[in-house]
């Protein structure tokens, strides 16, 4: 992750002095927790358990690290909000419902994007009028994660996203997809 200064932090780690120096006695309006990871489609028995370990801990881990050390300076700001980006495939109810049927998604991906919305509601829970917690699914961009026939550049998701920062909108949780409408939890 880079903060304007320049700062790189592995959301695998603790919060680094740098970092936490970086936004010292600064209130911080946006907290947006996009680093992610995935792993190749496979089969239930070619399944690495550790791929699994490895993407909770940055997409779910990861976030959450960042809000208890960021906590202190979102609460200093006038209406802060956690963006964790998500996706559309950690929906359990898309999934559950078949939506998604025939994408080789991994079990790694699935199954940390899932646990990351829960952190985003539980988060939203325990913040309730204080922070706004929202999972927001960036849609399906060209990037070196993105499917074949994904259409969006980043630069424009992150237009969009940039846009829904300011966004006065008080609910908390919430699933915003940036190409279409909310989504299922
Ligand atoms: N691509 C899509 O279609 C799509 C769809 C839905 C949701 N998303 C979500 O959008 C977010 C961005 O994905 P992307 O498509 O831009 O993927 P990407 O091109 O693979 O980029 C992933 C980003 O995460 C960072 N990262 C990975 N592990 C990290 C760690 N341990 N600590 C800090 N940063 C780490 C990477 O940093 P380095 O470059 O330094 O490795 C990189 O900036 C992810 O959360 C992804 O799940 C993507």
């Not at 964790?84 to 994007?113: D, M, P």
């Not at 952190?119 to 922070?131: C, F």
Request: glycine share 10%.
């Amino acid at each position: 992750m880079r903060t304007g200064p320049g700062v790189i932090q592995d959301v695998r780690d603790p919060v680094g002095p740098e970092l936490l120096a970086a936004v010292a006695g600064r209130p911080v309006d946006a907290l947006v927790n996009n680093a992610g990871v995935g792993a190749p489609g496979r089969p239930l028995a070619e399944v690495d358990p550790d791929s699994v370990l490895h993407a909770v801990d940055v997409n779910v881990a990861g976030p959450l690290r960042l809000a208890q050390a960021l906590l202190p300076n979102l609460l200093a700001a006038p209406a802060p909000l956690i963006v964790n980006v998500s996706s559309r495939l950690g929906s359990l109810g898309a999934q559950a419902a078949g939506e998604f049927r025939g994408r080789t998604t991994s079990y790694a991906y699935r199954i940390a994007k899932a646990a990351q919305n829960m952190l985003t509601i539980a988060l939203a829970q325990e913040l309730a009028g204080r922070v706004r917690c929202w999972a927001v699914h960036p849609g399906s961009l060209t990037t070196a994660m993105g499917a074949a026939g994904a259409s969006t550049p980043p630069g424009a998701a992150a237009a969009r996203l940039v846009r829904l920062l300011d966004s006065p909108d008080r609910t908390s949780p919430r699933f915003v997809s940036l190409d279409g409408p909310d989504l299922p939890w």
